[in-house]
């Protein structure tokens, strides 16, 4: 069984919106931090968002205001809603949890 499972990618225009989840097979209540990560062609994997255990939340400068990420304990679910995408947005999106990585989602955004 895969521990950590996304989904919600797709290829969206500038401007449009798309909601990533990533469903871990384990329980994430109590988990101290949840992150979303990505990886955009020929750059290196990037943090995008944190959410801790409190719902505290982190952002990368570059999508601060844009991107929330929020948790679901219940669903064993952390989500990343992306709205006003851009294209530099574009890349390969990963979740991270306990040291774990899903396989990730491809977001394409066009122009």
């Known amino acids: 069984q895969v521990p950590l499972v996304e989904s919600g990618g797709g290829l969206v225009q500038a401007g449009g919106s798309l909601r990533l989840s990533c469903v871990a097979s384990?329980?994430?209540?109590?988990?101290?931090?949840m992150n979303w990560y990505r990886q955009a062609p020929g750059k290196q994997r990037e943090l995008v968002a944190r959410?801790?255990?409190?719902?505290?939340?982190y952002y990368a400068d570059s999508v601060k205001g844009r991107f929330t990420i929020s948790r679901d304990n219940a669903k064993n679910t952390v989500y990343l809603q992306m709205n006003s995408l851009k294209p530099e947005d574009t890349g390969v999106y990963y979740c991270?949890?306990?040291?774990?990585w899903g396989q990730g989602t491809q977001v394409t955004v066009s122009s």
């Open positions: 991270y949890i306990k040291n774990l």
């Open positions: 959410i801790t255990v409190g719902s505290n939340t």
């Open positions: 384990i329980s994430i209540f109590g988990i101290d931090v």
